[in-house]
């Protein structure tokens, strides 16, 4: 769910507002150079402190980009340039995603996306048509439930498992066909412990003949005495 509302529905919007080939908004040049503008401008405590890409390059977000997008600057940017009725669609959408993002959930707030996310949806076809409901799209009515049921949705993301896959993939030093250097790696892996587990009997060998031979040596000088 947190896939689909960070890479599906929200990057859509960002198709809308900024892709003049694919938008069904028509905004002018003008109109997404200032939300280009407001956008570089902002800072929001507690994230990275980096200046922001321009919204030129945002096919290059990151999810974690894409949402803080959605929650702090979406309902900022578009008040200016969008319908009154296409404007509440985004602040809609800044509000599912500020309630489902959060770190902790309770009880009463959980029950709160469900009428934010009918109203998203009825908005959103008024406005786009049934035509570009697509299926992440239709997860948003399904929103409330796994917030209810599995409360955040950080706590079912796949976010942490892929930034894990990263770190090994930098770790076998590879980023394209990592299966052959992992199978390499794993291989000098074995290799190496075979070799150490030899060496570690080899020399508890010598060290158990060297105290048999010791053994041996006071048995013979008890015998001579």
């Known amino acids: 769910m947190g896939w689909t509302l960070d890479e599906e529905v929200s990057k859509w919007m960002l198709d809308q507002l900024i ?14 150079q200032q939300m280009d503008k ?26 974690h980009k894409i949402r803080m997008f959605a929650v702090h600057a979406l309902p900022v940017v578009t008040r200016a340039a969008l319908p009154s009725q296409t404007y509440k669609l985004c602040c809609l959408l800044s509000t599912i995603t500020w309630i489902c993002s959060a770190d902790k959930v309770t009880v009463q707030k959980a029950n709160q996306p469900k009428d934010y996310c009918d109203m998203y949806m009825r908005l959103f076809e008024e406005i786009f048509g049934v035509e570009q409901m697509k299926y992440s799209v239709h997860l948003i009515s399904h929103l409330h439930l796994a917030l209810r049921y599995y409360g955040p949705l950080s706590t079912v993301s796949c976010y942490g498992p892929e930034n894990q896959i990263g770190r090994v993939t930098r770790n076998i030093q590879s980023m394209s066909n990592t299966t052959k250097p992992l199978m390499n790696n794993y291989a000098i892996l074995n290799q190496s412990s075979i070799i150490l587990a030899t060496i570690a009997i080899e020399t508890q060998d010598k060290i158990n003949a060297q105290q048999v031979f010791s053994i041996r040596s006071l048995v013979i000088v008890a015998r001579a005495i």
Do not use: C, I, T
């Not at 892709?19 to 997404?32: A, F, I, M, T, Y």
């Not at 507690?46 to 200046?51: A, D, L």
């Open 19 to 32: 892709d003049p080939e694919v938008s069904k908004l028509k905004l002018s040049r003008g109109q997404r």
């Open 38 to 63: 407001m956008w570089l401008s902002m800072r929001v405590p507690s994230h990275e402190n980096r200046k922001p890409r321009s919204l030129s390059q945002y096919k290059q977000f990151k999810a």
